[in-house]
């Protein structure tokens, strides 16, 4: 049985904060600030450059992922660690459309986080190759899977409103269409039970510093299934990912597995913080975390319905349809934002109109959602958020 | 006049170490331990997700670039951080060989870092368009520009001799027979005066984690000649290189002018101990540093030939001709490099045969040198190297 008091006693919440926005940078974890002190001081400085073989740096990617990869239903030895999500994506989706060459479609969604059609946007100007990427739906997605498909790159939980595909339905759909799938678990990593290998997925890649806690900016991950690990031929090759990176050889050669998806130098710091973060899921049930994730967010449903009737759910009503977090629309959503982070409440804000709140069992629990729901009814019902300052849009929204 | 003992006690350096590897790995600053664990607590303890905006994190990676910038002749608004320095290669050299898209060689030589060889060898696979490298020897790569060249890519000072290119002229004359040019400057920021915009280089990239002491795993960093900046593609097109990233519009739009080379959410810890690390160089005069390095270098020279005859000089004997290290040679060179590590002399190996000594004025002086030296000549003459535990290799050399 998960202890949530035991978990939440794990993080840094600073008093008076309401914290709904671990979906977009999870709260300080303790142990991670004590291992980052740690590494700066008795790694960095005292070990030096000897702190690449004594502290375990350059096997981090390795021995990281694969505790990442025990949360997403992936196999030892299947997971790296490195760089940032924006760039895995595009490490993915290269490696995808090689398996696939006689075709040219990359089918994706309109609630898939805009980097990655960024990205393939990129990746195909760079191709010339006349491949073409299409954008349906979130509703339509099953239905535009087609022979013509050479990659489905979705990602599981549409960051706007928490839709929740269903990865194993549309993973087998794909692959009875001879396409390969490329999963982005940003907003699954951490969240809900991701079964990976189950699911038959191809490719997966997702960040950590949302639900995974791992600090801003913390370093991305890639799953490659263990068939075709060998096999994909690494578009970003670089030097950790050679087979020999030491024997400075003057031509590429991939190495085994999942390592050849290793780019360049970790990044130590985000590392050792991340892999501090990771050690509040000892002895977690995702099972249970989902179970009580859909508690919370059907509470505040229920309560924000009840008592602000101004605002429009922009979530699936059905908790096993949706993500672990709940947005709600309208049309001044950025300064109703602004009003509730002043009082302490802090969600935030996804243009055009919707406010989003992340509810995370590990330090969130029923008082908290109680308590932001009055701040949000008094905030709604005397018109707090209509003050010119809230409306003053910042950098980061 | 550069105070080289105020620099010096601005860094961790352990009791008992002459640490000659900060060409690999620069030691603690610090103020990066401090501003660190200011950034743990206070930033992302405290301020949570605002630190986005509050704590200035996602403009960090232009104001950082601005201060290295600065220690390489590049003006204002030219250089950006982030990822590592692999994926800086690939971004400058998709963009540049699209500003010449009749021509296919990219021009390397042997002695550019093999990671920069191998994101080139990567970049050719996705283009499929008949590029081809080619990798001459460094003295060659005067001759090898001709006409053919769309690229000429190269690292200024090579990582296991030191040799300095002549990034001047042979910018000047890639450019007199029509081609673009990526410099690498993982060896010479902070290590030399270098002049970007002097020389007329169109693309520069490198890492921060070696003379400019970021830590391990620092971010990158990537500079775009202004007349360039807002013409090129960028290959890897993430959402903070978009024009206006929070519009989480569908299709990319780049930024404007160096912007565009961001990727995805930038790596906030080791920004900010990078940023604190660029502390050390307030005040100091790059042409003082450079004049106290060669003399470093030159002392050591001298000194290791003549009292240790059985290693030969594998770096260029004129100061001017190389970076900030020196290499000799030996066929046993591991083991002599893991002897001296064990007398607390830190350098490093590159194979086949070169054990390599950094020359940081920031934080090395005479004394460090001549006592290198006694160390060095005691392991060489009673033949200390020659034990079984110093011939076995490590994961990372």
């Known amino acids: 049985m998960t202890d949530f008091s035991r978990t939440r006693s794990l993080f840094y919440l600073p008093e008076g904060v309401i914290y709904l926005d671990g979906n977009s940078l999870g709260p300080l974890p303790l142990a991670a600030r004590e291992r980052v002190a740690r590494l700066m001081t008795d790694e960095w400085g005292g070990l030096l450059i000897k702190g690449w073989n004594k502290a375990g740096w350059m096997t981090m990617p390795r021995r990281i992922g694969d505790r990442v990869g025990k949360l997403i239903g ?33 089918l994706s969604d309109s609630g898939n986080f805009p980097s990655d059609l960024y990205m393939a946007q990129g990746l195909i100007g760079s191709l010339g190759n006349g491949h073409e990427l299409r954008i349906v739906e979130p509703e339509e997605v099953e239905t535009a899977i087609d022979a013509t498909v050479a990659v489905l790159m979705l990602t599981e939980v549409d960051y706007r409103t928490g839709r929740l595909h269903d990865m194993k339905a549309l993973t087998g759909k794909a692959h009875a269409a001879g396409a390969v799938t490329v999963w982005d678990l940003a907003h699954s990593a951490g969240a809900l039970p991701v079964d990976l290998a189950g699911a038959g997925a191809d490719f997966a890649v997702g960040c950590t510093y949302k639900y995974l806690n791992g600090g801003p900016g913390a370093p991305a991950f890639i799953y490659v299934a263990p068939h075709h690990a060998d096999n994909v031929r690494p578009a970003l090759s670089g030097w950790l990912g050679h087979q020999a990176p030491f024997t400075f050889d003057l031509g590429y050669r991939p190495g085994g597995g999942i390592d050849r998806m290793r780019v360049g130098t970790p990044p130590i710091l985000g590392l050792a913080a991340l892999d501090a973060a990771l050690d509040a899921w000892e002895g977690v049930d995702m099972t249970e975390v989902r179970r009580q994730s859909i508690r919370l967010c059907d509470l505040f449903v229920a309560e924000v319905e009840k008592r602000c009737p101004a605002l429009r759910l922009g979530s699936p009503r059905d908790g096993g349809k949706r993500g672990s977090q709940i947005s709600f629309l309208h049309e001044e959503g950025y300064a109703i934002m602004q009003a509730l982070i002043a009082r302490g409440v802090i969600g935030d804000f996804r243009a055009p109109d919707a406010i989003r709140f992340g509810f995370t069992p590990l330090y969130i629990g029923e008082r908290d959602v109680l308590k932001a729901v009055d701040i949000l009814d008094d905030i709604m019902a005397n018109r707090l958020w209509d003050v010119p300052e809230y409306r003053q849009r910042a950098l980061v929204t």
Chains 1, 2 share one sequence.
Do not use: C, F, W
């Open 74 to 106: 992936a196999a030892e030895g299947t997971v790296v660690m490195g760089d940032t999500l924006s760039i895995k994506v595009y490490q993915a989706l290269a490696s995808a459309l090689e398996l696939v060459p006689d075709r040219k479609i990359i």
